[in-house]
Structures are given as C-alpha cells and as structure tokens.
C-alpha cells in the first residue's frame, strides 16, 4: 500500500542544530471536524484515507506517519519590538513535505500536538477555537486570492486545554509553502552562526528563490524577493481590510505567504488606527501601521543577513540598504495599483492616490464599513451604458454619517471615470473581483467558535465556510453574511497565546 503522505523531505537534511527531531503526542480521544478534501486531492492525497481511522491518527499525532520526519524547528524573533534569541515551535511538529499536483512543494505541519524542546513554559497545545478561526480565515484568505497557508484539517483531541477557563484541545494541520520566518534568520545570525545562517539562505533559495541562485549576488536577490512578495502581501490585506494583530519577525514567512492566525481580526467601520489585540496596547500592528511594521521586520532580515551579503561590513550595509528602499516604492505600485481596481479604474493618473485617499478619510470622519463600501460602489460605478440606478447609489451613500459628504467625493469619481477606456460592465466585474462581498466578519468568527466550543454545533462553521469560498459571489441566500455588525464593530477584542 502506498503511503498516506509521500513525502519528500528537504528541512529536515539541514544540519542537526536547526531543529529538535520530536514526535507528536498521542491523544486520547481524536475526532475529525474537517477535512479539506479538495486541497487534499491538489496535494495528490487521498482524502479517503484521511478521513479514515488510519487518517485521524496521523492527523490528531496518535501515529507517526510513514516517511514523516517530525521534527520542532528553532527560530528567534522580535516581539512587540523585543528581540527573543531563541523561540521555535513550541506547539507545531512538522511532518515533512510532499509536492502536490502542481509541482508545488509544501510542508505539512501539525499545530497544537504536543510540547516540544522549545515550548518553554507552555503545554505545546492549541485550543479549538483558535484553531477553528485559523482553518476558518486562511482559507477564506485562500478564496479572495491572498497568499496563506492553508488548512487541510482540524481534529478535536477529546483532551481538555487549561487557559482561563478550560477548553477543549484541538490540533490543526497546517499547510505551507515553507515555515522559514524572518525569525529563523535572526536564530543563526543571533549566535553568530554564519555557516548555519548559508545553510538557511540556501535552502530558502531553492526553496522559494531559484532564480536568485543565477544572481550576482544570490543572497540580496533572496532578500529582494522576501521584500517584494511582503509588500505585496501587506498591500493585499490593506485592500481587504485585514489586521494580523502580531506581526513578530517569527511570524512573518519568507514565502510571502500571510501566518499565524492567533488575534488576526478585519475591519468592520473603516479607521486605519483600529488595532483589536488585547496586548497590542500601543496599536503597533493597527491596520494602517502594516506597512512600516512589514517593513521593521524587513530590515531585521536585512541585519540578520549582512554576513552573507559581502565580505565587507561597509558594502554589505550598501547592499542591505539598496534592497530596502525598494520596499516603498513596491508597495506603494501594487497598493495605489489595487485601490484604483477598487475604484473601477484600469489606468493610473496622478490624482489618483489623492482620489482614493479622501475616500478614505471621508469614510473614516464617517463610519463608513469598509467591505460594504467598496462593494457597493461596484453597482453605482457609472459607465458607458444607462446611469447606475438610484438605489445603488444610496446604498453607498447611506454607509456615510453625512452621505453628502460621499457625494462630493462621487462627483470627482465620476469625473475621473469619464476619462477612463473599456465598457461599463467590464467595470463593474473588474470591482466585483476586487471588492468582496464576504469577508470573515469579526462577529461571525465568535459566533461560529462560540458554537462550537460551548454547544459542540459545528454547523455555523461549516456554513461560514460555505459562503467565505465564494466571496466574489453575491450569495444571496446568505446575504446576512454580508452585513456589518452594529455599531461599526469598534468594542471587538482578540487574544493571543491561546
Ligand atoms: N501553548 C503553547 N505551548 C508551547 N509553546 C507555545 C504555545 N503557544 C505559543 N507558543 C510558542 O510561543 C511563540 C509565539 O507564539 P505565537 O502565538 O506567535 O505562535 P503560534 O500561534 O503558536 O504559532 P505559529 O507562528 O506557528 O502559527 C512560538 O514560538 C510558539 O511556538
Ligand atoms: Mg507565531
């Protein structure tokens, strides 16, 4: 019989001082709430099987399965802005790699399955409702095309979790282009490992940079390729509305891909100062501080790699600084890129960021909802054709506290739609595709956990699901989904460590 994960391991051929070889722990009594079949099946896995007896041990850690190589990797990071020398997965095992249909390689980890050299103080477990908002939010990340890991299932492991109260223990498996984080860098770079640190680089050149290994000089390509694929990210959130609420180093991939669901939440009113982490007091990862916080971390990975970028200190700072100052420009060209998309507009003129900018402010001094916002200026987008009709229009305009103050701004859009080429309808599907109708409303996501953990109903879960994979689509059987909760949402709080 072939093997349930064929896996093929590249991590864990790295040197021995780059991670902690540990099995998970075997619970007691493990329940499957879900697989991802249809992400399995991309992975050339059979979801049969993993919805099997012999699936579920593999995926709630009972069994090592064949070929896994378990393993807990080291990693450092700055928390909060306080550099940590070492912290490492302290409740996540990865199992190995497999390359899906696509040729695609990916690691197959499992979070919350047991302690590990470096859980320090914690019990190396993850309770159900953290794991449910992470399966929950990465793939409706996944369905409005951001970069993620994924999630290819959730079990219960019939074990209670002690945090403020106690919960029932859940384990997540994870699925990612790679878990090297900014932090990993830090790790070598803080022992003055440099051999450790090339290692690294090398293999997080093949792994996500091959084309860096042609450059002349390999390691600046590696760190300008992190630098682009994180602007884009970060401005990929910004245009949906997503706050990470703890943009450590640790949790900032390499791969460009977005991770570590833990207080992550989305805007509701529209206000670039919303930070709701509990311990995020000074609003240091808030919605409209991303970018500089994206590009702090950057330059962390920058330090942690000067001994690789030249022999010499002086051109190596050279070098380390050149790749940064391409953060801003990257970011701005794929955030002003995406906000005329918005807007309905497929050419770029000077104005145009000063356009959606007072949008912004006017929706801010207004309480307008983001989300429902922009949608909605999809159907009163005007075009070539008959006028939008007047209830489209009202519909944004009663979002606005003072809808004549969206007005104003109206006018000056339309005037800068008439200058714009291409079809009416072509316009309204290039916003529909750029401006969800669903996202996972803060409101919903306690909802569906409190279900679950306090009633054991799994069915908001699973409709959540649902309606988040077509998030494009207007749904209109479940257009309550769509809606914002009262009140802007402003008193929402979420908590990490859990
Ligand atoms: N219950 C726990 N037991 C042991 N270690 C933990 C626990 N919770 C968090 N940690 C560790 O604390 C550090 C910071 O945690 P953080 O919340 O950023 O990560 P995480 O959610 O556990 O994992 P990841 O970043 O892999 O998604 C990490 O090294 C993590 O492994
Ligand atoms: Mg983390």
Redesign the pocket.
């Known amino acids: 019989m072939t093997a349930l994960f064929p896996f093929d391991n590249s991590f864990a051929r790295l040197p021995d001082r780059f991670f902690a070889r540990v099995a998970p722990t075997a619970v007691e009594a493990p329940r499957l709430v879900r697989l991802n079949r249809t992400l399995a099946l991309d992975l050339g896995l059979d979801p049969d099987r993993l919805e099997s007896p012999e699936g579920l041990d593999v995926l709630s850690g009972r069994r090592v399965a064949e070929g896994a190589e378990p393993l807990a990797a080291a990693y450092a990071g700055h928390q909060f802005g306080q550099f940590v020398p070492q912290?490492?997965?302290?409740?996540?095992i990865l199992l190995g790699e497999v390359v899906g249909r696509d040729g695609r390689r990916r690691d197959i980890q499992l979070?919350g399955s047991g302690?590990t050299p470096?859980?320090?103080r914690?019990?190396?477990?993850a309770a159900l409702g953290p794991v449910l908002r992470e399966y929950l939010v990465s793939e409706a990340m996944h369905a409005l095309g951001i970069p993620t890991t994924r999630a290819l299932a959730a079990v219960t492991t019939g074990e209670p979790v002690i945090r403020e109260t106690v919960l029932p223990g859940a384990v997540l498996t994870r699925v990612a282009s790679s878990h090297i984080r900014v932090g990993s860098f830090q790790f070598f770079a803080a022992r003055g490992d440099v051999e450790g640190l090339r290692a690294l680089a090398d293999h997080a050149i093949a792994r996500h940079d091959p084309e860096a290994a042609e450059a002349e000089n390999p390691y600046r390509a590696l760190l300008e390729g992190v630098i682009r694929r994180q602007a884009e990210l970060v401005a990929r959130w910004l245009g949906i509305g997503f706050i990470h609420g703890?943009m450590?180093t640790?949790?900032m991939s390499i791969a460009g891909e977005t991770?570590?669901y833990?207080p992550c939440a989305f805007l509701d009113a529209y206000d670039p100062a919303t930070a709701f982490s509990s311990i995020d007091r000074h609003g240091r990862y808030a919605y409209g501080n991303q970018p500089r916080i994206a590009l702090w971390n950057l330059t962390r990975l920058a330090e942690a790699l000067l001994p690789l970028l030249s022999e010499d200190e002086t051109k190596a700072v050279a070098e380390a600084e050149a790749a940064l100052t391409g953060f801003a420009g990257l970011f701005e060209a794929a955030y002003h890129g995406l906000l005329n998309r918005k807007l309905g507009l497929t050419t770029m003129r000077d104005g145009d960021p000063a356009l959606a900018g007072d949008l912004l402010k006017t929706m801010a001094e207004n309480g307008a909802d983001f989300t429902l916002t922009f949608r909605r200026l999809s159907a009163a987008a005007p075009g070539s054709g008959p006028a939008p009709e007047p209830e489209a229009v009202e519909a944004v305009r009663s979002l606005f506290i003072d809808p004549t103050s969206f007005d104003a701004w109206a006018e000056r859009w339309r005037r800068r739609l008439d200058e714009e080429p291409g079809s009416a309808a072509g316009r309204k599907a290039l916003m529909r595709s750029v401006n969800p109708a669903f996202i996972p409303r803060n409101h919903r996501v306690e909802a569906m956990i409190e279900a679950a953990v306090e009633r054991q109903d799994f069915v908001p879960f699973e409709t959540l699901l649902t309606v988040l994979s077509r998030p494009y689509d207007d749904q209109p059987d479940f257009a309550q989904f769509a809606e914002a909760p009262e009140g802007g949402g402003r008193g929402y709080r979420t908590f990490?460590?859990t």
Do not use: T, Y
Not at 87 to 92: M, W
């Open positions: 912290l490492g997965d302290g409740r996540a979070k302690p470096f859980s320090r914690g019990d190396g477990r703890v450590n640790d949790n991770i570590d833990g990490c460590g």
